[in-house]
């Protein structure tokens, strides 16, 4: 194998994980969060008008909320499984 050739896969891996770890960073981000949370409640509410639901802008808020709560709650049952997961693969 040529050096110029092992120079390509070493800047192209370090490319990838770059990428990666930016992704990972994205996913447990407050901002996707936020983001999530205000797109979820605007089409909610625009749904809950639509219909003509009694108070729309108050009802609107229970499933952003749910997500913001679910995300918390599955950071730690992620961390628990993954402390699980390789506790049994040592054994």
């Known amino acids: 194998m040529h050096d110029n050739d092992l120079e390509k896969r070493i800047k192209s891996i370090e490319s990838r994980n770059k990428k990666v ?3 990972k ?3 447990v ?3 996707r969060r936020l983001i999530i949370f205000i797109i ?3 089409i909610v509410v625009i749904f809950l008008i639509w219909i003509k639901a009694d108070r729309p802008w108050l009802g609107a808020l229970v499933p952003p909320i749910a997500f913001l709560l679910s ?3 599955l950071q730690k049952i ?3 499984w993954i402390d699980k ?3 049994d693969k040592t054994q």
């Open 85 to 87: 997961f390789f506790q």
């Open 78 to 80: 992620k961390v628990a």
């Open 71 to 73: 995300t918390l709650a």
């Open 40 to 42: 979820t409640y605007v």
């Open 29 to 31: 981000s407050k901002t």
């Open 21 to 23: 770890t930016a992704d």
């Open 25 to 27: 960073a994205w996913e």
